[in-house]
């Protein structure tokens, strides 16, 4: 294993278990940034703010990494010489959207208000960082010159994802700050593994190197 693919695993273990830590820190009760953001938001849901919010989380929230998925898919059945590529993106893409899944119900924490389901990490943040991380490694191994863009969408739609979820009072703070070290450090670990990182360089390395 490459120096530069250990830094990246290292870096992802670390984030990973900064998620995990901050979980056990506010899985007894809400941090006092959490239960003042939500004392100070509450009852938007209802108001403008709160149905505009809605609207937005209806795009930026679980349907983006089905949208990616179907992209990686038409990808690979476009140029077959990708399919290799796809496929890594596309268990990069699983394991990031599973975090939501597997880590709720090891914590059970509570919403800010009545909601369905847990709280810790929040699954629209968790769906559309892992749709904004698979994107950015996609361009990278493609479109190099198109990294910095993606990066900055990708992080602009999380940052809106997560206002979002926090003004209807669904999510605490600290819910979509997990959810991002959760797919980061599922993400960086697990592209790390499947050697999508480091991406080629001038040396030349491959995808199979």
């Known amino acids: ?18 998620f995990l830590a901050l979980g056990l820190a506010v899985d ?18 209802s108001r403008p ?19 990616v998925g179907v992209a990686l898919a038409a990808l690979a ?24 899944t597997v880590f709720k119900p090891v914590f059970l924490r509570q919403r800010p208000r009545q909601y369905p389901d847990l709280s810790y990490p929040s699954g629209h943040v968790v769906s559309v960082a892992s749709a904004a991380l698979v994107v950015v490694l996609l361009a990278a191994w493609l479109a190099p010159r198109l990294v910095r863009k993606a990066a900055a969408v990708g992080a602009a739609a999380t ?12 999510h605490w703070v600290t819910d979509t700050v997990g959810a991002v070290l959760a797919v980061l450090g599922v993400g960086l670990v697990s592209a790390s593994a499947l050697r999508l990182l480091p991406v080629p360089g001038r040396d030349g390395r491959s995808l199979d190197a």
Not at 49 to 67: C, H, S
Not at 77 to 100: D, E, G, Q, Y
């Open 28 to 45: 007894r009760q809400p941090l006092g940034l959490d239960q003042a953001v939500a004392d100070a938001l509450r009852g938007q849901d």
């Open 77 to 100: 059945l476009r140029n077959r010489t990708h399919l290799p590529l796809c496929l890594k993106l596309a268990a990069v893409l699983i394991l990031c959207r599973l975090t939501s």
């Open 159 to 170: 940052v809106l994802a997560a206002v979002c979820r926090v003004v209807l009072g669904v």
């Open 1 to 18: 294993m490459t120096v530069p693919r250990v830094r990246w695993l290292v870096t992802g273990v670390v984030l990973l278990a900064a």
């Open 49 to 67: 703010a709160g149905r505009v919010a809605g609207v937005v989380t209806n795009v930026f929230g679980p349907v983006l990494p089905i949208v």
